[in-house]
């Protein structure tokens, strides 16, 4: 009895060892256990706090007791909270429009360029993407400071009169969004190069044959074949643009008059300068649905036209 | 293998023969007996300013044997503030830390009470002001002892030259070297006619009025001048008043004499203005004027350190003290008490004041009269008056007396400089102050 026991035990201790072995030998198996550190890293860096923020969100100010969503209920009846909302949509909205047609047309340029030319110029009109953002707008800072603006230098030899660069409410935003404009635009180039490279050139051949005009060309031929890369780009910096902190930090601190503040600049003014933490938290988490509502739009069309094509 | 077994009687006995020895023996202070402390003091922007902090607690560390960590750390990039609030966060961090304006009170739950400690520091140096009190002593409890390093009077700073040759007004005539003011004169009226001949004499007054603590902080004198109240102490929004819509014309008044882009204003504006030559007076403690001395000796040669001027209901100046505190969670509190006593003792203050050549300034009313006051230069006596050291001025801070979570807030939001910005710019008074009261309205949640 003992020994068919045994036996049994063994057989069993058998297929668990096989089980495992095949498990392990599964593509998926492995797959998740090398992805396991990202997972791990992602959860320990991105979830834990993303969680810990909706936490946060849901305190008194004194952070003794739970408001469910009291604070958000409080922020929609703030008229600042209204301007950062209008802010923050403008700057990222129009900084990515400028982005997008910028990238387009010098993707254009460089695309047009001698291949033996054309890496210099992908290495030199890459260069403001490469510098970290606050050491440049730090450089942005001095071109448009108050008292001694370089720019109003210059312009004040041409007998034009100093402009309020970050004095102004509308100049101080004309100024954020440029900045943006200026270090973003060259990632859209870059993407937009690759992907007027992959456009195969049989399809503008053919389009020439048919007497299609330039912008016919671009119109039916280059717009379409790069229509996911253009979505998927502007969503990708639609998402960055509008959790911009550094730039509006470092050129305006939001001022004059919470002019130029964003969701995430006005987040750190009422959090940890003003010591509110749980509304800080709830400012910063404004942007999620705003944002999961552009990515499903964008990524449902994306799909879309996968399954189209 | 040879085992060898203890018995049960031998183990008895020879336990007993170590603790008795432990019991019996002497106790020997060697290296860090009584601990470790940590640590985290304000990163002084005067060179070699640390130093002096450095060599106090290391000689206090040497006589107290603990073993002390000391991190300055930087208000640059609020890395300082930063550390504070995951400190707090964390419950876990430094024993002591250095905390400014509002901070005591904002983490009132979480620090230890130092009434013992600043009973002592009263007794030998002298009362504290009434800002130093208010900020401090929290619901009848001090929370934090005021700091040397780092506190600081932000007093007009004015050109003598300039000022003689557009507005006709000698200023050390008025607050001369090593005697008391004799400034009846140097009233908000004189300040804005003078503010306006030096307009019109192409050098203009620097005072901003953006939302950072230099531009706050001189609204803030200005509205204690007129008696302008937001909040009163009980909590409640006061802000239409007569008092508010005074300040506010004058601050409107004001604008059109400063620089058109004033709003733009952070705390390093007026300092280049005044640096560049531009400027013929701005808000500031001495740190312009020893940046003058560095870089533009000509500039500091003319640079005079003085009193507010006088409004309707006094003559205020902005203080803004750093403390240290210590937080609850600590493991050593009684060490850090010990410390926050060495570094309180006269002589201590004054070896910080001197690294921070007279930048630095203690609380307490028998510390303002060191030399490095009176001797600096150029010129001779430039600082005299820096310290306040005839009481002439009642050192304020911008939003007092509004309890201090609603304070803190109107301070670090700039309000009162958004109303006057909003003001100058041609927002109706009432809209103004219908703006600020729903913006405080919005401060009062708990």
């Known amino acids: 009895m003992a020994d068919i026991a045994a036996r049994n035990t063994a057989i069993l201790e058998g297929n668990r060892r096989g089980g495992l072995h095949r498990l392990m030998q599964r593509k998926s198996t492995i797959a998740f256990l090398m992805a396991l550190p990202l997972i791990v890293l992602l959860g320990v860096l991105v979830a834990y706090p993303a969680g810990y923020a909706v936490w946060l969100s849901m305190l008194n100010k004194s952070m003794t007791k739970f408001v469910g969503f009291g604070n958000f209920e409080f922020l929609f009846k703030r008229a600042t909270f209204w301007d950062v909302f209008f802010q923050s949509c403008l700057f990222a909205i129009s900084a990515v429009i400028f982005k997008a047609i910028i990238g387009f047309v010098v993707a254009h340029f460089v695309h047009n360029i001698p291949t033996k030319g054309q890496r210099k110029w992908r290495g030199m009109l890459l260069v403001p993407w490469v510098i970290p953002p606050a050491m440049s707008t730090l450089a942005w800072l001095w071109l448009f400071d108050p008292s001694y603006s370089a720019i109003n230098w210059v312009l004040m030899h041409f007998g034009i009169d100093r402009i309020p660069w970050t004095g102004e409410a509308n100049w101080a935003r004309f100024a954020v969004i440029l900045v943006n404009i200026w270090v973003g635009a060259p990632f859209f180039m870059i993407m937009y190069l ?71 600049t006005w987040a750190f003014k009422v959090g940890i300068e003003s010591g509110d933490i749980p509304l800080g938290a709830a400012v910063s988490l404004f942007m999620v649905p705003i944002l999961a509502v552009a990515a499903a739009f964008i990524l449902r069309d994306i799909t879309k036209r996968g399954s189209e094509v | 293998m040879v085992s060898k077994k203890v018995s049960r009687r031998r183990f008895v006995a020879a336990t007993t023969a170590m603790s008795t020895a432990f019991v019996a023996a002497p106790f020997v202070r060697g290296a860090y007996a009584a601990g470790k402390l940590s640590v985290g003091f304000w990163d002084h922007w005067v060179p070699g300013a640390n130093k002096a902090t450095e060599d106090l607690i290391k000689e206090w560390a040497a006589q107290e044997k603990v073993d002390v960590t000391i991190d300055f750390i930087t208000s640059q990039g609020n890395k300082l503030l930063l550390t504070t609030a995951a400190e707090a966060q964390a419950k876990s961090g430094h024993d002591i830390l250095a905390m400014n304006t509002f901070l005591p009170a904002r983490y009132a739950d979480q620090l230890v009470p130092m009434d013992d400690l600043m009973a002592d520091l009263i007794k030998a140096n002298g009362n504290v002001n009434g800002t130093v009190e208010y900020l401090g002593k929290i619901n009848g409890k001090w929370l934090a002892i005021p700091a040397t390093v780092g506190s600081q009077i932000k007093g007009p700073c004015s050109r003598i030259d300039l000022l003689k040759k557009h507005a006709g007004i000698d200023i050390q005539a008025m607050y001369p070297a090593g005697a008391p003011p004799k400034a009846d004169d140097w009233t908000v009226d004189t300040f804005l006619k003078a503010a306006e001949a030096c307009h019109k004499g192409g050098n203009p007054f620097g005072i901003g009025l953006g939302t950072t603590s230099d531009n706050v902080d001189t609204i803030g004198a200005f509205f204690h001048a007129f008696g302008a109240v937001l909040v009163n102490a009980k909590g409640d929004i006061v802000v239409k008043n007569d008092q508010v819509r005074q300040a506010l014309e004058y601050y409107k008044k004001l604008m059109a004499f400063l620089p058109a882009d004033v709003p733009a204003w952070d705390d390093a504006s007026n300092n280049k203005f005044l640096v560049s030559g531009q400027g013929s007076l701005i808000m500031n403690p001495p740190s312009a004027w020893a940046v003058a001395k560095r870089d533009a000796p000509q500039v500091a040669e003319q640079c005079w350190t003085h009193g507010f001027p006088v409004g309707p209901k006094g003559r205020y100046a902005p203080f803004l003290p750093f403390f ?98 909003r003001y100058y710019k041609g927002e109706p008074m009432e809209k103004v102050l219908d703006w600020a009261a729903s913006e405080i309205e919005g401060f009062m949640r708990n």
Do not use: C
Request: overall charge neutral.
């Open chain 1, 194 to 264: 690759a992907a007027l490279k992959s456009v195969p050139e049989q399809l503008y051949e053919a389009a020439s044959i048919d007497g299609a005009t330039w912008w016919q060309r671009i119109w039916y031929v280059t717009l379409p074949m790069m229509r996911n890369i253009i979505a998927i780009t502007a969503l990708f910096s639609l998402i960055v643009t509008f959790a911009n902190f550094d730039i509006v930090r470092i050129l305006t601190a939001g001022g004059p008059l919470n002019a130029t503040h964003l969701f995430a």
């Open chain 2, 324 to 421: 240290w505190g210590t937080w609850n969670f600590s493991k050593n509190q009684s060490a850090a008490k010990s410390l926050l006593a060495h570094l309180s003792q006269s002589s201590s203050a004054e070896k910080m004041v001197n690294a921070s050549g007279g930048y630095d300034l203690p609380s307490f009313e028998k510390l303002t009269t060191f030399k490095v006051w009176a001797e600096a230069e150029p010129p001779k006596g430039t600082l005299f008056h820096y310290p306040n050291p005839y009481n002439h001025q009642i050192l304020s801070v911008a939003a007092a007396p509004a309890p201090h979570k609603i304070a803190e807030q109107i301070y670090n939001q700039g309000i009162q400089t958004m109303m006057a910005v």
